[in-house]
């Protein structure tokens, strides 16, 4: 299967994402396709055996659309975003142009010399050339058997048009409604650029983030510096960054020292330590020292590249929430275009009205109502959601996951990397026998050496710095959950969890001293004697600060940890939780999240998306606490780049925020046209009559009023 990204042109509303929504699903080989009016692209997943790129863009050809197939570069979107709302600004010119003056003339200068004739000649080109867009689009509808907004702007207008020619041809001097069609055309257009310019804001910080994305290297080749462009850089290259410089792709330091401002890439405000062995990614801006690394990730495989993605496919998902205003909106033109054929019968054959006022409530009905702005109502809040979330280091896999977060009422917490730093180190080697502590320990750390798990890190950094010397170890095996035993220099050698091995009252004693300090003890046995390694992982500074929050808003709050009773209470006791689950094996998480589900909770499991990946897949909500490793960045619904459990609480607030702008949008979306499209047909008459100019100038604000409403979440608090 491949997936394409495809950038959309002629989309009018959100209508016309439904259509080619549609029309790319039926063909065979697609297997999924998604559309955003939005974003003005589609993300299509098809099978390349059955179905080539072409036939898909030869598809939105006759659909009636255009389509290009998106390149990752930042110059290319913004050059096609700029040439489309510069085409918008020349055409609302040319319409303001001609319809300005016949708005004069139309509505105030009734005795102008030829006065028909004068307004035919300036309406003309607003419906034809201005308008033209507004045929095109309809005709494209039609031959999908489908309407949309652009359907009713062409009937309305062609309506107020034809039937002034008509009248012109009766009396040059008499009443017409040139300057009605001209003047609403106008507004359209006028309502569709600003609507082009908010919906630019919405996607602002994935902007952002792709100007970041450097242009050159300083690459040293041969023992000579050489600046070369980005695209040209190779794994492996060594790459030297001077003071004020980007750092141009990930990389390891290999030497130098320096302050590195990552606050694009984690929302972290203080620069970040790097010295020799330091990670640093790509679009970060190097501050005072001299630097020398080796790259490790380019192009697409950068961390800076794939949050760009991510964030791109995120603003692509729909939310839940969506499929109602969908629905609606499949519905909402043919049952406009049925109201407004009742209204105009129901005025002149039941009412005995004019042809002139029968024809004036009707074409108002078409033009006031606006399914733009139902299609309009989620994707803008997603958009900006995400994007704010982006800036705070918060990572957002798209609108479901924003909807499904702000139901979250219990919060399941993995102890290792998530409340603590994730980097364990030796407090304590204790020998209960004749082996002393460094023989301990080398026996211990040549076993180690050959497992991955993040204490035997900490055992065998131990050795290294007390330069004790680890040998090679054989028949070595791992026993999950509960240790590792191998042969080292003849002798036989066992390390794991006290409750793997038998022993006796003075060693349990000293155990369970260590134990009750909150570290984590691994028994060592070698042959017949015993010893014992502890290992503290340090609390993180905000994990304390993140419990008490987390219990102010309201939630339910567990912790997760395979450490036993004892450090799993001391742990619990130093950050504020009060309920936990001790002696977790990696493999039982999952169950454990299935058990809170089944009594009816709503969970968000938080990990380091290394041995929790089930649980976090399970979970309702998965949240990873990244260090922009590969396994992180595609195993969380969220991906916190901080590495903080405050921003547990802030991509909740986010998702609550979100939510909220998506039932105002809706809301006020419904009853703009609830209210406006009965009006507009009389309802209120005598009392209230609404002139179709007036009915277009509202409809082209409510888009307008609901992008905007989107964007005042840049402003909120989480």
């Keep these: 299967m491949m997936k394409k990204t495809i950038r959309i042109t002629g989309m009018h509303c959100a209508n016309c994402a439904l259509n080619i929504e549609k029309g790319l699903k039926r063909m065979e080989g697609v297997k999924a396709a998604s559309v955003s009016f939005t974003t003005e692209k589609a993300i299509v997943e098809f099978d390349e055996r059955k179905l080539s790129e072409e036939k898909l863009l030869e598809r939105i050809k006759e659909i009636g659309y255009g389509g290009v197939f998106v390149e990752s570069s930042f110059d290319k979107e913004k050059e096609i975003r700029e040439r489309e709302e510069t085409h918008l600004k020349r055409l609302l010119l040319l319409s303001i142009i001609f319809a300005l003056p016949a708005f004069i003339i139309g509505m105030f200068l009734m005795e102008f010399p030829y006065r028909g004739y004068v307004l035919l000649l300036l309406a003309t080109p607003v419906q034809f050339i201005v308008g033209w867009r507004f045929y095109k689009s309809t005709w494209a509808s039609l031959k999908q058997r489908t309407a949309n907004m652009d359907t009713l702007i062409a009937l309305g207008t062609s309506a107020a048009y034809l039937y002034s020619l ?74 030297l960054v001077k003071p004020g410089e980007e750092v141009p792709v990930d990389g390891v330091v290999l030497s130098g020292e320096s302050s590195v401002d ?64 969908d629905m609606v909106s499949a519905y909402f033109v043919p049952a406009v275009i049925l109201i407004s054929f009742i209204t105009f019968s129901a005025w002149f054959f039941i009412m005995g009205k004019p042809l002139s006022f029968a024809l004036t409530t009707a074409v108002a009905v078409l033009v006031i109502s606006c399914p733009c702005a139902l299609g309009l109502a989620t994707p803008t809040a997603v958009m900006v959601g995400i994007g704010k979330g982006a800036r705070n280091g918060i990572l957002i896999r798209g609108g479901e996951v924003l909807e499904k977060v702000h139901k979250v009422d219990t919060i399941l917490l993995d102890k290792t990397g998530t409340i603590t730093v994730g980097k364990p180190f030796v407090t304590d080697v204790v020998s209960f026998g004749k082996i002393n502590e460094a023989e301990l320990l080398s026996f211990a750390a040549s076993v180690e050496k050959a497992s991955g798990h993040p204490l035997a890190d900490a055992v065998v950094e131990k050795a290294k ?225 609404l002139n179709p100019i007036i009915a277009g100038g509202a409809m082209a604000l409510s888009s307008v009023s609901v992008v905007t409403n989107s964007l005042l979440l840049n402003r909120a608090e989480i």
């Excluded at 630097?291 to 729909?318: H, N, P, W």
């Excluded at 590792?484 to 000293?510: C, H, Q, Y």
């Design 262 to 325: 990552e606050s694009m890439i984690t929302g972290e405000s203080i620069p970040a330590e790097k010295a020799k062995g330091s990670t640093v990614y790509g679009g970060t801006m190097n501050k005072h020292g001299f630097l020398k690394i080796k790259a490790t990730r380019v192009g697409e495989d950068s961390t800076l590249a794939r949050i760009i993605k991510l964030i791109e496919e995120a603003q692509m998902k729909k939310a839940p929430i969506q499929s109602y205003a």
């Design 166 to 239: 008509y009248l012109v041809s009766q009396d040059v001097m008499g009443e017409t409604y040139f300057e009605t069609s001209a003047v609403l055309i106008t507004f359209v257009v006028l309502g569709k650029y600003l609507e082009a310019r908010a919906k630019a804001r919405t996607s602002q910080a994935i902007r952002e983030l792709m100007q970041l994305s450097p242009k050159q290297a300083r690459v040293l080749a041969k023992g000579k510096e050489k600046i070369i462009p980005i695209d040209e850089v190779k794994t492996g290259d060594v790459i």
């Design 465 to 689: 710095e007390g330069r004790i010397e680890i040998y090679t170890v054989s028949k070595f095996k791992s026993f999950t959950g509960k240790g590792v035993r191998g042969v080292v220099k003849g002798k036989a050698v066992m390390l794991g969890r006290p409750d793997w091995f038998n022993t006796n009252e003075k060693i349990e004693s000293k155990v369970a001293e260590l134990e009750n300090e909150g570290k984590t003890v691994v028994l060592v046995q070698v042959d017949s004697q015993f010893g014992a390694i502890a290992v503290s992982d340090p609390i993180k500074p905000d994990s304390a600060d993140a419990v008490a929050r987390f219990k102010r808003m309201g939630f339910w709050v567990y912790m997760v940890t395979g450490d036993n009773e004892r450090v799993a209470k001391a742990v619990a006791k130093e950050i504020g939780v009060d309920r936990y689950f001790a002696g977790v094996l990696p493999e039982d998480k999952s169950k454990l999240v299935e058990k809170l589900k089944k009594e009816g909770r709503n969970v968000a499991m938080v990990g380091d998306g290394v041995n929790d990946a089930p649980a976090l897949a399970l979970a309702d909500v998965g949240v990873v606490m990244s260090s922009g490793t590969d396994v992180a960045m595609e195993s969380g619904d969220i991906v916190l780049m901080r590495n903080s459990l405050l921003d547990v609480a802030k991509a909740i607030n986010l998702s609550k925020a979100t939510m909220n702008k998506i039932k105002q949008n809706l809301f006020w979306a419904l009853i703009y046209n609830i209210i406006g499209i009965p009006v507009a047909a009389g309802v209120l008459y005598p009392y209230i009559l």
